[in-house]
């Protein structure tokens, strides 16, 4: 299990305050952030399964909402979004092989983002990645209430591999995913996901 670095100055700032409750009559309460920040910040490994013609999830969490709708790089399109509660992983996986398109900031409000629709306004960093034969897709990562903070590494031109890491919202937020028409979407509201491990969507054979 890896420990993200991006989570390092948390996890440092928890063992500091750890460190100062411990001469007090409150040493132990120190330990239950330290830990939860440590654990926050996991990165476990993982394979992505050997199906040509997937789309993989590219967070952890809930799915919180499978919509028929029209995007204008996209064009028509399913919009699946996931949820990631504070006790998911957080680290943001590529979904599928692509050519990274374009990669834009939008500054926005910190609405909670389970809230779905609401969240329309909410910051987030935005990737229009290009598959071979799917085409365009979008990957909104979204942030929360809580989540105050967006990291997305790739940049406009990289070409990433599906289920490799390409970003993490910290603490708690929402991934959206635009599915190109001719993708049969899978998964339902309610289900949970594993970035880079569950099939979102597939190819017709």
Not at 175 to 180: A, I, N, T
Request: contains cysteine.
């Amino acid at each position: 299990m890896l420990i993200r670095i991006e989570g390092f100055p948390h996890i440092i700032g928890c063992g500091v305050l750890a460190l100062l409750l411990k001469r007090t009559r409150l040493k132990y309460a120190g330990l239950v952030p330290l830990l939860f920040t440590t654990w926050f910040f996991r990165d476990p490994v993982r394979e992505p399964p050997a199906q040509a013609g997937t789309v993989l999830s590219p967070a952890d969490g809930t799915v919180l909402e499978v919509s028929e709708t029209t995007e204008e790089r996209v064009g028509p399109c399913t919009k699946v979004a996931v949820f990631m509660s504070v006790f998911n992983v957080h680290v943001n996986r590529v979904p599928v092989d692509a050519e990274v398109l374009d990669k834009i900031y939008k500054p926005g409000a910190f609405r909670v983002a389970s809230l779905g629709k609401k969240t329309e306004d909410n910051e987030r960093m935005i990737l229009y990645i290009k598959h071979p034969t799917m085409g365009i897709m979008r990957v909104d990562q979204v942030a929360g209430l809580i989540a105050r903070r967006i990291h997305c590494w790739p940049e406009k031109g990289d070409h990433i591999t599906q289920g490799a890491r390409f970003g993490l919202i910290r603490f708690g937020s929402l991934l959206e995913c635009y599915v190109p028409q001719g993708v049969q979407v899978i998964v339902r509201k309610g289900d949970k996901v594993y970035a880079g491990q569950t099939i979102l969507g597939r190819m017709p054979s």
